[in-house]
């Protein structure tokens, strides 16, 4: 799928997958690099749409949006968790509740900000 940001007219994703079912959103992009992800949350809100950075293998953008297809959070240069550096441990959450939780390759959410219109294609 695309992920489109309709105010700036900017394509985030060419060839992103949807990760809908329980299994697909547990694994999101653990272990793999070069590939977009649009993870679906279980339902609507802060704590259904955080994500961690457990054995990711490098930096990502994220863009949580919201069920009107809002965005409803931005994190760009997310940091892979490291065993070794206790600092990236961390759970990210998105500003306002969000029901989609889009994974970029690190440097695509361009100038992406809370309230633009998105599109999945």
Not at 83 to 104: C, D, S
Request: glycine share 10%; proline share 4%; with cysteine.
């Amino acid at each position: 799928m695309k992920v489109l940001n309709r105010g700036s007219g900017i394509l985030l994703s060419g060839n992103a997958k949807l990760a809908d079912s329980f299994l697909d959103r547990l694994i999101g992009l653990m272990f793999s690099k070069g590939k977009d992800l649009v993870i679906k949350a279980s339902r609507e809100g802060v704590m259904e749409s955080s994500i961690h950075m457990m054995f990711m293998l490098q930096q990502i953008d994220v863009v949580w949006v919201d069920g009107k297809m809002r965005v409803a959070g931005v994190r760009k240069t997310v940091p892979p968790c490291s065993l070794f550096k206790p600092g990236t441990w961390k759970i990210y959450f998105p500003e306002k509740p969000a029901l989609y939780v889009v994974e970029l390759a690190c440097g695509s959410a361009g100038e992406t900000k809370v309230g633009d219109e998105i599109e999945f294609i």
